[in-house]
């Protein structure tokens, strides 16, 4: 464009021979296949451009001032023709192999066909043949692949001339686009999911607050990604599992009759928030202990069952024992030290030991808890400590949540915006496709 393009000012002086050159070039570009690459050589010292306007801002987008300034200085055809590469160059880059070119036979498969003409009269057992000319074809067409995006990367003004052009509506697009930009917004919805409990769909307090009806954020933000229900699963299972969690604390704070003297309803509020987020995420082993009588009750019924069976890990426990230098096991010491007048017999202390070493979290998370406690003090009143330590660090974790939520919300505009830009960029309004697709948010 700076080489060759003239101003309207230049055309009134420019001889006839630079007009014609410049008319050539125009028509040239306006008939080139869409999205194609022109080779320009690095230009020397002693070459001179006919102007400096242009830049590659012009083409990645569209300020409607800029588009006005180079409509004034070059004309309309110029504009028309800055447009129509910008779009070219877009739907090439998000569109994809245009399918609908292809003959029917190679993008089609007849089952009632494919049996008449392989397997019928005998050619079963001509199959065998037939999978091997498959399989000769799909590695000639591989290297023939390998080839073609060697020479595209090589000589790209040469390649892209005998490729078909990716031409495809705004959904192809919205696919690529969240194939680059989803992941980074999956995973701070994923960490909100973690840490946030209304952005899970709880309540966020257990004193009056309202148990959150319709649909929860994360769902929405989900929606808005359009991801499949296999893809959604994850975050659904924390939210579900974090709503589970708050619904465990507030039969905790209910049976404890714990009372903050807090008159302030935001304070009180900030305050029981910090409280479900520590709950929620297991912080300082807070809703560890607060369960942990209840889990030993049912833990020792199931353990010293004549019928429970869990496996033996030989191996694994002789290298922790090694590993732990001999010491006693953690098992050992926390029945014999912990839990008081309470009896173990051999085989729940047995089972015990077994599901530590076949990995059970929640056996090796409760026994590492309690037996850090000071000596003579309970996990619960343990936990309802952590718990007004927690009330109390209210803005710490209101900052913390506020980051979160920054982090979150900038990705989600940073999808919307480049949707928005493509959309407009590739000009897919002119092919009759709705904007509301591309300025959509949660």
Not at 100 to 107: A, G
Not at 361 to 376: C, E, K, N, S
Not at 428 to 434: I, N
């Amino acid at each position: 464009y700076n080489r060759n393009c003239l101003s309207l000012r230049q055309r009134e002086f420019a001889t006839p021979e630079q007009r014609r050159r410049f008319a050539a070039w125009i028509k040239k570009r306006l008939r080139r296949e869409a999205g194609r690459l022109e080779h320009v050589d690095v230009p020397t010292s002693g070459e001179s451009f006919t102007t400096t306007e242009f830049n590659a801002l012009d083409f990645l987008s569209t300020d409607e001032i800029r588009e006005r300034h180079i409509e004034r200085v070059f004309g309309h055809r110029v504009l028309r023709l800055v447009r129509a590469e910008r779009r070219a160059m877009i739907r090439e880059l998000f569109g994809t192999k245009p399918l609908h070119l292809e003959p029917r036979s190679e993008r089609t498969l007849n089952v009632y066909a494919f049996y008449w003409r392989r397997l019928s009269g005998g050619r079963v057992f001509l199959a065998p043949l037939h999978v091997l000319g498959l399989v000769f074809r799909g590695v000639r067409r591989t290297i023939g692949k390998t080839r073609e995006i060697i020479r595209e990367i090589v000589a790209p003004e040469r390649a892209v001339e005998e490729r078909i052009s990716g031409t495809a509506p705004f959904a192809v697009a919205l696919r690529k686009i969240h194939r680059m930009k989803a992941p980074a917004l999956i995973e701070a919805m994923r960490l909100r999911v973690e840490f946030d409990p209304a952005y899970s769909g709880a309540p966020v307090g257990w004193s009056g607050e309202p148990r959150l009806e319709g649909i929860a954020e994360f769902e929405r933000d989900l929606e808005f990604l359009g991801l499949h229900e296999r893809e959604r699963e994850e975050i659904q299972d924390l939210a579900e599992r974090n709503r589970r969690r708050v619904e465990e604390l507030h039969e905790f704070m209910h049976a404890n009759e714990v009372d903050f003297d807090e008159d302030d309803p935001d304070l009180r509020r900030r305050g029981e928030r910090a409280v479900t987020v520590s709950f929620m995420t297991d912080y300082d082993d807070i809703r560890t202990l607060a369960r942990a009588e209840l889990w030993l009750e049912a833990a020792l019924v199931r353990m010293e069952a004549r019928d429970c069976r869990i496996p033996r890990c030989t191996i694994r426990r002789l290298f922790a024992w090694l590993g732990r230098g001999l010491a006693r096991h953690p098992v050992d010491r926390w029945v014999d030290t912990c839990l008081g007048n309470r009896s173990v017999s051999r085989r729940g202390r047995a089972n015990f030991k077994r599901a530590w070493h076949a990995g059970d979290r929640v056996v090796r998370r409760t026994v590492r808890a309690w037996i850090a406690l000071p000596v003579g003090a309970g996990p619960r009143g343990v936990a309802l400590e952590r718990i007004r330590a927690a009330y109390r660090a209210r803005d710490e974790v209101s900052r913390e949540l506020t980051s979160l939520r920054a982090i979150q919300s900038l990705s989600v505009l940073e999808v919307r915006n480049y949707r928005r830009l493509v959309f407009d960029l590739g000009g897919y309004a002119e092919d009759g496709e709705s904007r509301e697709v591309a300025e959509a948010l949660p």
